[in-house]
């Protein structure tokens, strides 16, 4: 696996060896010890999930204040723009954002830690999001930070593209209003 470190040193892109051949493709997605010899973390990870979003879907930016969640993300089928914000008070990054293609075709997975807020935004026809988390969902814990917000001013690519998002995530609070972690 190759470590592709990011302007916020904590969050990580990973790009697993692809073996590939005339019938198709073989690669590890996730492997714990060589994901601790990697990152540098050791997690266990106790949920997986599998979105399915149409294109101009924008699901985030999502955290929970309590039971941080620390997610390993993916696209197996089409593309999504992928963002992280550091929501830790503490951090040298607190309010800066990153943001990374993720795809069927580049099969890169990007590690955010607990401490993020996260969100991505689907650029194909469609595409399945999938991610492993450290945590629980605990919906009375889930906090939203508005995807527009001009504090910490997002680059998403969709211009042109109408954009999809749900009740809760129309209703996200400015960064200034959000709960963030020590």
Known sequence: MKVVATPISDL??????????????????????????????????????????????????????????????RVVAGRVFDVAVDMRRSSAHFGQWFGVELSAENNRQFWIPPGFAHGFVVLSETADFLYKAT??????????????????????????????????????????ECETYS
Do not use: M
Request: charged share 20%; net charge negative.
């Open 135 to 176: 945590d629980y969902y605990a919906p009375e814990h889930e906090r939203c930070l508005r995807w527009d917000d001009p504090h910490v001013g997002v680059q998403w690519p969709c211009e042109g593209l109408p954009l999809l998002l749900s009740a809760k995530d129309q209703a996200g609070l400015s960064f200034g």
């Open 12 to 73: 990580l892109i990973l790009e697993p060896h692809v073996f590939g051949d005339a019938r198709g493709f073989f690669l590890e997605s996730f492997n714990a010890r060589v994901f601790a010899e990697a990152t540098g973390a050791k997690v266990d990870f106790v949920q997986d999930n599998h979105s399915r979003s149409q294109q101009g879907v924008l699901r985030g930016l999502h955290y929970q204040i309590r039971q941080p969640q620390g997610k390993l993300v």
